[in-house]
């Protein structure tokens, strides 16, 4: 027998999210954690993530970021991708300026879904 999981595969349900879910983004400011509301975008392969240009300050620690994409209100409706990684300024993916615009390289990433409850055999 195994154990019960909501635990998912991270890129089939990023990309359901990345069109129908929230996303936030959190960086090291400073020494404590800032989270903002963000865009995300999936272009050419790589991840595009966008925040409320005034509200990125200069001492943003970019290197080691979070990702998070979720949807969901009601417990068997709560679904999420966390990405770790860091992010790389960079210009706006369509052309949309309002926002500052960052590639985001993934080193980690964990998904779950709790209305996929399922046994993951011991191994």
Request: glycine share 8%.
């Amino acid at each position: 027998m195994g154990r019960i999981t909501q635990r998912v595969e991270p890129e089939p349900l990023a990309d359901w999210l990345i069109g129908h879910g929230r996303a936030a983004v959190a960086f090291d400011e400073a020494g404590s954690v800032t989270a903002l509301p963000a865009r995300v975008r999936r272009r050419d392969g790589r991840l595009w993530v966008g925040v409320p240009r005034e509200s990125v300050p200069p001492s943003a620690g970019l290197d080691r970021v979070t990702v998070l994409l979720d949807d969901g209100e009601f417990w068997f409706e709560l679904r999420a991708v966390n990405w770790r990684g860091r992010l790389t300024p960079a210009d706006a993916p369509d052309g949309r300026e309002d926002l500052a615009w960052f590639v985001f390289t993934p080193r980690r990433a964990t998904a779950w879904d709790y209305a996929t409850l399922h046994e993951e055999r011991d191994s």
